[in-house]
């Protein structure tokens, strides 16, 4: 035990042992409340029973804005219906809205990060720490692997004394696994591309394998045809991809939780440096229209099942918007400053969400994590996160406590 | 299986491998604030396929299998090579990098050098974020990097650590290189070990404690428009006042949108250095514009500690209210963009050292064409080139040679290290003064399809071969 009672050793060290005497005599000069909050969060929500047993949590892509999408029912009808069934959050705030490596570990760990590779536990490890279960539980979808300098297949751990690899996901690359070219045999590719240490078993493994099998053999990752298409390109043909794979894990896994990234929405600055990949802004918002239909029909998938249906939520929030304006090159980038770059929208659907909610209240982007966390294990948990479960969004008669809104560094803010 | 190792420096922590068999063993000494608390995995990949890019630069890659960055996105096997290209598409690789200065006090340079390779054709900056160990990107230190003046792989960063930042330890986090392609790579310590200290964690400084560190953002005492009704093209007056609780707040800006939401116009705020925390801002809305009330969409604070405050209209009550009843002459709005009437490449083939004349017929109807780009992409799309065309009249003297504004001519050059061959127009943009813009696209449209000029080649007719 350190001097102040708490228990050193396997968790982040406190702050003041963090900062050091000096340090934390610093600290104590700046104004109040700024900085005063404790690294692990105290629970405050309380435990309870939900009827949400597989979740699907769709970080919808590399920049979306709010204006292209759910202010816009006409290109999103099927958003727009989800929300009518659903919550909805309308000013849903992230800081940074320029990096994406930095953006989404803060959005799957809830909080900030000095990393691009998770520090703290992901949403995931929390989950299956909590829940247990087999590898084949927990799923993690991308389209590519690596996009435009960032890297996204390796997000669904971290080497966090709380979290490891051992609470990880099966993490799905679409272009590294379906596609026509590929010859090497089902137990090649899980060797391939599914780490070690996940805690897989003989069983786990074959069952893996031969579901592999089975989606190559019937050609099941293709995606279905929309009516506005997908562009043929490989990142928005993957996060097509995505949509589809989650049908049938949901089918033959029941799995607790998929954590889908789309990317190809950034095809509207794909070109800026990456002269190969020459997009635009039109070919994000037809990639909107193609992707609405898709998460569309995976909504209707799992109403079609009737145990699906009253066990299954989606959670669905961009990691940042896009800025206000289309560029002179017909580019809309994501730039700090930007009203629709920072706020975005959170949409959750399923038996434990108000149906018909619009929330226009200002919440986090690190909120997520944690309700996330909670609406799976029904224990607020994530302590690690500076953001706060998404209270008012559950249904009213579990009759959950306010909000509580916090700012960057876990203080709780006056709302 | 690959080995995977850790760097143990946080007491207690334990190699991933072992921590499901044993308890953690108790801390023996307490932590010093510059020690890294988490473990670096030396190999995220854990043995498996990594990523479909070669994050470490690819050095020593021959070119029959060097994948440029621009094609890295695309699965294996599918992947252009820079052997089968004209051009050089190698990435400027960071193949060193030292922090010169390890411990520093507030209000002094931190100072970094790094090498790269291949050597720079044309030297341009780069950047490397460090980001507060404990405050993550609310307290940042930009390390701007400049070429050497005559050793072409080396580079002097330079970042100043604000009097009020915070003490501790700061980490290099992104690190954004462009070269002279314009293509970008970016660098992270998981990914790219040049990143790292010689202790193996990322690379860092040391600031020391400072009691006036500064992480408060300033806070939006008032915002008032001077001039709540003007008539067409009057000035509009903006006065703000702020206030921050150490650094003192120094710059803010605004951002006003028209009633439709179709337009903003971004106002810089100027301080008044006789009254401090007072910003004043004087701007009009251009003719071209609608009238009606346009409000204040976004306010931005920064302190001299560069705390930024962004207060948004849509959630910070009142602000919205702020705004200004603007007379326009209705028609004189101009809501649409111009229109490419022909596009002109009168030489198709071209020696690879030739410039190639392009001109544009583009007419508006209300503002005036401003602005006209032809952008060329390259036979395998490692390149792009972006040709500026301007409306000028020749220098001939001539009673007849009146301004020509929908006229538009531009000229189009290689530079040496780019790939020869077939380039074809892959993009037309468009504006006028009222800036509304058109982005043509010859996937889209037809006025641009088809348009290209083939440059001598020097080496291979195929446009890339794949791995």
């Known amino acids: 035990m350190n001097d102040d009672g708490r228990k050193s050793g396997r968790g982040l060290p406190g702050r003041r042992e963090f900062l050091g005497a000096t340090g934390a005599a610093a600290l104590g000069a700046m104004a109040r409340g700024a900085l005063a909050a404790p690294v692990q969060r105290e629970e405050l929500v309380p435990d309870r029973s939900l009827k949400t047993k597989h979740l699907i949590v ?100 971290s080497a966090h004394p709380e979290g490891g690899l051992q609470f990880g996901a099966n993490s799905l690359t679409m272009n590294k696994l379906f596609h026509q070219d590929e010859t090497r045999s089902p137990a090649e590719l899980v060797r391939a591309n599914i780490e070690p240490g996940l805690g897989h078993t003989q069983k786990t493994r074959s069952e893996l394998e031969e579901w592999i099998a089975d989606i190559r053999s019937r050609h099941l990752h293709l995606p279905a045809s929309t009516r506005t298409s997908l562009v043929e390109r490989e990142v928005p043909v993957g996060d097509g991809q995505c949509f589809e794979i989650a049908k049938h894990l949901l089918s033959e896994f029941r799995p607790r939780l998929i954590t889908i990234q789309m990317l190809a929405l950034d095809d509207a600055h794909a070109d800026a440096g990456f002269w190969d990949y020459d997009t635009d802004y039109e070919q994000y918002r037809r990639h909107i229209a193609a992707t609405d239909e898709l998460v569309g029909n995976l909504w209707d998938h799992i109403r079609s099942d009737p145990t699906l249906a009253s066990s299954t939520s989606i959670l669905l929030r961009p990691e940042c918007g896009r800025d206000d304006e289309v560029n002179v090159y017909g580019q809309l980038h994501h730039s700090q400053g930007n ?40 224990r607020d948990t994530a302590r690690h996160a ?15 406590p306010p909000y509580v809104r916090r700012d960057r560094f876990g203080n709780p803010i006056s709302i | 299986m690959r080995r995977v190792a850790f760097v143990l420096l946080f007491p207690g922590s334990v190699p991933l491998a072992a921590a499901q068999e044993q308890p953690p063993p108790k801390s023996e000494r307490p932590a010093a604030p510059t020690d890294y608390p988490f473990e670096i995995v030396e190999d995220v990949t854990l043995g498996t396929e990594p990523a479909s890019a070669d994050l470490t630069g690819q050095l020593g ?110 980490n290099i986090g992104s690190t954004m290189i462009t070269d002279e392609h314009g ?33 408060t953002p300033p806070t939006l005492a008032s915002v008032e428009v001077l001039t709540p009704g003007v008539g067409p093209g009057e000035t509009i007056r903006v006065e703000a006042f702020a206030e921050d609780n150490l650094a ?29 925390g007072r910003f004043l801002g004087a701007f009009t809305i251009p003719e071209w514009y609608e009238g009606g009330v346009w409000s204040l969409q976004k306010i931005e604070l920064y302190d001299a500690a560069r705390n930024q405050a962004l207060l948004f209209a849509a959630t910070r009550p009142g602000l919205g209210a702020v705004s200004a009843r603007v007379e326009a002459d209705p028609a004189k709005r101009d809501d649409l963009p ?63 040679l009146v ?65």
């Open chain 1, 58 to 157: 769709i970080l919808y892509g590399n920049g979306c804005r709010k204006k292209d999408t759910v202010e816009d029912p006409a290109h999103t009808p099927h958003m727009a219906r989800m929300m009518a069934e659903g919550s909805v959050f309308t000013e849903d705030f992230g800081e940074t809205a320029n990096l994406h490596g930095y953006m989404y570990t803060e959005m799957i760990t809830g909080r900030e990060t000095v990393s691009e590779h998770p520090l703290y536990p992901t949403w995931t490890e929390m989950a299956r720490r909590e829940l247990g279960g087999s590898p084949n539980d927990y799923w993690m979808l991308q389209g590519v692997s690596y996009y435009r300098s960032w890297v996204y297949d390796r997000k669904h751990w």
């Open chain 1, 339 to 378: 009203y629709y770059a920072h706020n975005v929208w959170t949409l959750g659907v399923g038996p434990d969400f108000r149906s018909g909610a619009v929330f226009p209240e200002l919440v986090m982007r690190r909120d997520l994590c944690p309700t996330v966390v909670y609406l799976l294990t029904g």
């Open chain 1, 386 to 400: 500076t953001g706060s479960i998404r209270t008012q969004m559950f249904r009213e008669e579990y009759r959950l």
């Open chain 2, 61 to 170: 890659v021959p070119d029959e299998d060097y994948v440029p960055e621009v094609f890295q996105y695309r699965r294996r096997g599918t992947q252009t090579v820079q052997g089968g290209l004209g051009g050089e598409h190698r990435s400027t690789a960071l193949t060193e990098l030292k922090v010169l200065d390890l411990a520093v006090d507030p209000g002094d340079t931190v100072r970094a050098i790094v090498r790269v390779e291949p050597a720079f054709e044309k030297g341009r900056r780069f950047v490397a974020e460090f980001w507060s160990q404990e405050f993550g990107r609310a307290a940042v230190v930009y390390v701007n990097f400049r070429p050497h003046a005559s050793r072409r792989n080396l580079y002097l960063g330079e970042g100043s650590v604000d009097p009020y930042h915070p003490g501790g330890r700061y």
């Open chain 2, 183 to 215: 293509h970008k790579k970016a660098y992270s310590t998981e990914f790219n070990p040049v990143m790292r200290a010689p202790d193996g964690t990322p690379a860092h400084f040391v600031v020391s404690p400072n009691p006036e560190a500064d992480l």
């Open chain 2, 248 to 276: 003192g707040p120094t710059q803010a800006r605004a951002v006003f949108e028209s009633p439709s939401k179709s337009r903003r116009v971004r106002v810089d705020l100027i301080g008044d250095s006789r009254t401090p």
């Open chain 2, 338 to 400: 111009p229109e490419l009437l022909a596009l002109e490449l009168p030489m198709r083939t071209a020696a690879a050292d030739e410039a190639i004349p392009v001109a544009a017929l583009v007419t508006d109807d209300l503002s005036g064409v401003d602005k006209v780009y032809v952008s060329f992409q390259s036979p395998s799309g490692a390149d792009l080139i972006r040709v500026e065309l301007e409306s000028r009249n020749p220098p001939l003297n001539r009673a007849s």
């Open chain 2, 403 to 467: 301004p020509q504004p929908n006229v538009f001519r531009g000229t189009l050059r290689l530079e040496p290290w780019r790939e020869r061959g077939r380039y074809r127009v892959s993009r037309v943009n468009l504006s006028d003064r009222a800036q509304n813009y058109r982005n043509l696209n010859p996937v889209r449209d037809e006025e641009v399809r088809g348009l290209f000029v083939e440059f001598g080649r020097e080496a291979s007719e195929e446009s890339g071969k794949s791995r």
